[in-house]
C-alpha cells in the first residue's frame, strides 16, 4: 500500500502535528507512506528526523501546483488530503487513484454569514473524492458533501509521543495558568487577558502559540493590552515546537482549553482538551456542546467547565482547589490514562485508519 498525505498550509510539525503523526506511526507500521506539503515548507523542530520522503510545493500559482502533483499521484495508492483551497480537482488527475478528503473543523473567522458561505464550499470540496472524513457525527453533519460521497469518521488524536503523563505536579509559590494554541484575532484570548487582571497575585498566565505572519500583530496587541490593566509583568507569550510544549504543561496549576462561545466552535473538539489530560494536568474548558458531551463521555468532573465569561472564568480559577485535588486522586488519574489511550493517535491510526484505507481500496 503506497498512501500520500496532502497538507496544505504551513506544514505540521511546528504547529499542528497530525499530518506529521498519521505519516510516521504509517511509516511504523509497514506502509509506504510519503507527505506533500502545499504552501510554506518549515523542517522538523525536534529531534526526531523524517524517514519518509517529504514534497514541497511553494508555487503560488495553482495551476503549477496541479501539474507538478499530477506527476507524483499516479504512483500512489491512496491519498489523504486535509483541503485547503482550490485542490478539490485532484481526483480527476489521477482516476486509478483513491482519494480521501479529511476535514478537521468548520470555518471560523468569528463573522457568521462568512462562515456560512465558506462552511457551504467546503461541502462541495469532496465532490469528486472516494471518501470524505470527519472527526465526528457532529461535524459530518455541518459539513456532510453535496452528492454521494461516502462519510467516514475519524477522531482526533493526541501525539502520543509528545503528550504522555508528567511528573507528579509540585505546589509552587506562583501558580502558572497554560494556554497553548493559535493565537489569532478569532480565539479572542483577549478575555484571557481581562481574566488575569482580576486573578490574585500569585496566578501567572503564559500563552504558548503563535499563526500566520498577519497573527504577529495580534500577539503585539495582546501585550500591549495587558500593560495598562496592570497584569503584564504576570504574563508570558512565547513560541515553541510542539516537542517542548509538554515541559511547560508540567509546571501547570491548571491548563486553559479556551474557545469563545461561538456557534461556530459549538460542535469542534479543541486537541488541546486531550493533550492536557494526556499529561495528567486539569483543564478548565468553554461549556461548548462537544464539550459538555466530551465532559459525560470520560465522567464528571474530569474537566472543569466555563461558560466562557470572565467573571465565571474567574470564579472557577480561583474556587478550582478541590476540583484540582479529586482531579489527582491515583485512581482517577490511572482510569483517565485508560480512557484516553484510544485517543492516541498510534491507537487511531491502527485501529481506524489503516482499517479504512483498506476497506476503500477494497472497494468496500
Keep these: 500500500m503506497k498512501v500520500l498525505i496532502i497538507q496544505h498550509g504551513i506544514f505540521p510539525g511546528f504547529g499542528f502535528p497530525l499530518v506529521e503523526e498519521y505519516a510516521k506511526h504509517l511509516y511504523r507500521s509497514g506502509v509506504d507512506v510519503s ?3 502545499i504552501g510554506k515548507y518549515s523542517p522538523h523542530p525536534g529531534a ?22 499530477r506527476k507524483i499521484l499516479k504512483a500512489f495508492d491512496i491519498v489523504h488530503y486535509f483541503p485547503g483551497k482550490g485542490m478539490e480537482f485532484m481526483p480527476l488527475l489521477s482516476p486509478n487513484t483513491k482519494f480521501i478528503f479529511n476535514r478537521l473543523s468548520v470555518s471560523v473567522t468569528g463573522k457568521p454569514f462568512r462562515d456560512k458561505i465558506l462552511n457551504l464550499m467546503k461541502r462541495f470540496q469532496p465532490i469528486f473524492a472516494d471518501c470524505a472524513a470527519f472527526n465526528d457525527e457532529a461535524l459530518a453533519e455541518a459539513l456532510r458533501p453535496i452528492g454521494g460521497t461516502r462519510v467516514q469518521l475519524l477522531p482526533l488524536g493526541y501525539a502520543n509521543d509528545l503528550f504522555y503523563p508528567c511528573a507528579p505536579y509540585q505546589e509552587r509559590k506562583d501558580r502558572i495558568l ?13 478575555k484571557l487577558i481581562e481574566v488575569l487582571k482580576k486573578l490574585p497575585m500569585e496566578y501567572k498566565l503564559k500563552i504558548i502559540g503563535g499563526g500566520t505572519t498577519a497573527d504577529e500583530k495580534y500577539r503585539d496587541y495582546l501585550g500591549r493590552k495587558a500593560k495598562p490593566l496592570g497584569c503584564a509583568e504576570r504574563l508570558t507569550m512565547t513560541k515553541m515546537p510542539q516537542d517542548r510544549i509538554r515541559a511547560e504543561i508540567e509546571k501547570a496549576y491548571l491548563c486553559l482549553s479556551y474557545v469563545p462561545m461561538w456557534e461556530c466552535y459549538q460542535d469542534q473538539f479543541v486537541t488541546k482538551t486531550l493533550e492536557y489530560l494526556a499529561c495528567h494536568r486539569p483543564v478548565i474548558t468553554t461549556a461548548t456542546r462537544y464539550s459538555k458531551r ?13 461558560d466562557g465569561t470572565i467573571d465565571d472564568m474567574v470564579r472557577k480559577i480561583v474556587n478550582a482547589e478541590e476540583y484540582i485535588k479529586a482531579f489527582y486522586l491515583q485512581g482517577n488519574l490511572q482510569s483517565l490514562t ?25 472497494g468496500n
Design 338 to 362: 485508560a480512557h484516553l489511550s484510544k485517543y492516541s493517535t498510534e491507537s487511531i491510526v491502527k485501529k481506524r485508519l489503516l482499517p479504512l484505507y483498506e476497506s476503500i481500496l477494497r
Design 35 to 37: 507527505v506533500a506539503v
Design 294 to 306: 466530551f465532559s459525560q463521555e470520560i465522567g464528571e468532573g474530569r474537566i472543569f467547565l466555563t
Design 48 to 69: 526526531e528526523p523524517f524517514r519518509y520522503p517529504v514534497y514541497s510545493y511553494e508555487d503560488s500559482n495553482i495551476i503549477q501546483i496541479y501539474m507538478k502533483l
Design 178 to 190: 497554560i494556554y497553548h494554541g493559535a493565537v489569532r484575532p478569532q480565539r479572542d484570548l483577549d
